[in-house]
C-alpha cells in the first residue's frame, strides 16, 4: 500500500513537472515569497514599512534621481539584526533632497529641492569632522515616487508581504474549516447534513465584505484581525464543494471495503475520501487566494484594512488610483500588475496540481 502510494506521489509529480506553465508559476511564488520575507534587505529605503517621505519629491516618474542630504541624529535607537531584517530599520536620520550645495569653512550651503520651478530654500549646515561626501549621495528611484515622496519600489517589496501571507493564512484557515464542515456534513449525512447546511447557507447570504467588515469591528482594526477575518469568511465556498464531493465518493466500493474491514469513520474520511477529492479543493484554494488579496484590497480602500504607514499593493491602489486620470497611472498599475501576477500564478499552478492529482487522467 506504501509502495502504491509513493508511486502514486511520484508519477503525480512528474505530470506536474511537464506542465510549464505551472512549474514557471511554482518558481515565481516562491520568489515572491522570498521577496516577501526579506523585503528589508533587499528595498532600497530600509525604514520601518518603506516609510521615508520626501514631499518635495512626490509623484516622480520612474528613474528619477536626486541628490540627497542625510542628517544625522547624535543618539541611536538600539535595535538587533533579526528586528531590522524582518521588520525595518527604525530611522531617526534626516533625509532632504538637494539640487545644488557648496562647502566653505567647513560649513555646508546647500538648496533644497523644490518641485514645479519653484526655487528652493538655501540653508547652512556645520559640517563638523564630516565632509560633504559622508552626508551627500545621489538617489536613484527605480519605479519612482509616491504622492508622498516615498520610494515607490521599496514601498511595492514591502506590500508584497501583506498581499502574499494574507492568502496563505486566509486559504489555510478556510481550509481547515471548511473540509471539516464539509467532510462531517458529506459523510453523515441526516440531521448533522441539516444544521450544517443551514448555518453554510446563513453565512453564504451575507455579503462577503460585509461580513468581513463585521468581524473586523469586532475584532478591531490591525494586521492579524484582517488575516483571520478574510479567513473566516471563505470557508463556505470550500465546505459546499467538499461536501458534495464527499457525498460522491462515499458510496464508492473502496469506502465501503474500508467500512467492512472496521476502519472507523475519522480514518475513512482521512485517509480514503480526502485524498481522493482534493484536485477541485486545490483549484478552489487557488481562486481563494485571488479573493483574499482582493477583499483586503477593498477593506483598504473604506480604511479597515492595513494601517497606515503598513504597506500593502491594495492601500498602494486606493492612494493612487485616481492618478491614472491626472498623467501618473504608474502609481496605481505597478502594484496592481503585482496583484495581477500573483493571482495568476496561484491560478495556473492550481491549474496544474488539479491535472497532475486527478486520479481519472
Known amino acids: ?3 502504491q502510494s509513493n508511486s502514486l506521489s511520484q508519477l503525480a509529480l512528474q505530470k506536474f513537472k511537464k506542465d510549464f506553465w505551472g512549474v514557471f508559476s511554482f518558481g515565481f511564488i516562491i520568489l515572491v515569497g522570498l521577496v516577501s520575507i526579506f523585503a528589508y534587505v533587499i528595498a532600497p529605503d530600509n525604514s520601518e514599512y518603506a516609510n521615508q517621505m520626501h514631499l518635495s519629491i512626490h509623484s ?3 528613474g528619477f534621481s536626486v541628490e540627497m542630504l542625510t542628517i544625522s541624529q547624535d543618539s541611536e535607537i538600539e535595535q538587533s539584526v533579526f528586528s ?3 521588520f525595518g530599520k527604525k530611522i531617526q536620520d534626516t533625509e532632504i533632497p538637494i539640487t545644488a550645495y557648496s562647502v566653505e ?5 546647500y538648496t533644497e529641492y523644490a518641485s514645479d ?4 530654500m538655501t540653508k547652512s549646515l556645520d559640517l563638523k569632522d564630516a565632509s560633504a561626501s559622508d552626508i551627500i549621495s545621489n538617489k536613484t528611484f527605480l519605479f519612482g515616487t509616491d504622492k508622498y515622496g516615498r520610494d515607490l519600489l521599496s514601498r511595492t ?3 508584497a508581504r501583506i498581499s502574499f501571507f494574507i492568502g496563505f493564512i486566509a486559504v489555510f484557515i478556510s481550509l481547515v474549516i471548511g473540509i471539516f464542515m464539509g467532510s462531517v456534513a458529506g459523510y453523515f449525512g441526516g440531521r448533522v447534513d441539516a444544521i450544517i447546511m443551514w448555518f453554510i447557507n446563513v453565512s453564504w447570504s451575507i455579503p462577503t465584505l460585509l461580513l468581513v467588515i463585521a468581524i473586523t469591528l469586532a475584532l478591531g482594526k490591525g494586521f492579524w484581525q484582517v488575516f483571520i477575518a478574510v479567513g473566516l469568511t471563505m470557508w463556505v465556498e470550500v465546505a459546499r464543494v467538499v461536501r458534495g464531493q464527499v457525498m460522491g465518493v462515499k458510496e464508492m466500493q473502496y469506502v465501503t471495503a474500508a467500512r ?3 476502519f472507523n469513520d475519522f480514518r475513512i474520511i482521512t485517509k480514503h475520501i480526502l485524498p481522493n477529492i482534493m484536485a ?3 483549484v478552489i484554494s487557488a481562486a481563494n487566494f485571488a479573493a483574499a488579496i482582493l477583499i483586503e484590497s477593498g477593506l483598504s480602500f473604506l480604511g479597515i484594512g492595513a494601517q497606515p504607514p503598513m504597506a500593502s499593493w491594495g492601500a498602494m491602489i486606493k492612494d493612487h488610483y485616481n492618478y491614472i486620470i491626472l498623467g501618473k497611472p504608474y502609481l496605481a498599475l505597478i502594484p496592481g500588475f503585482c496583484i495581477m501576477s500573483l493571482v495568476m500564478a496561484f491560478m495556473l499552478m492550481g491549474n496544474a496540481l488539479r491535472d497532475a492529482l486527478d486520479v481519472k487522467s
Open 60 to 62: 516622480k516618474r520612474p
Open 280 to 282: 477541485p479543493v486545490i
Open 260 to 262: 467492512a474491514l472496521g
Open 1 to 3: 500500500m506504501s509502495q
Open 157 to 159: 517589496l514591502v506590500g
Open 117 to 120: 520651478g519653484l526655487e528652493g
Open 84 to 86: 531590522k531584517v524582518f
Open 105 to 109: 569653512n567647513n560649513t555646508l550651503t
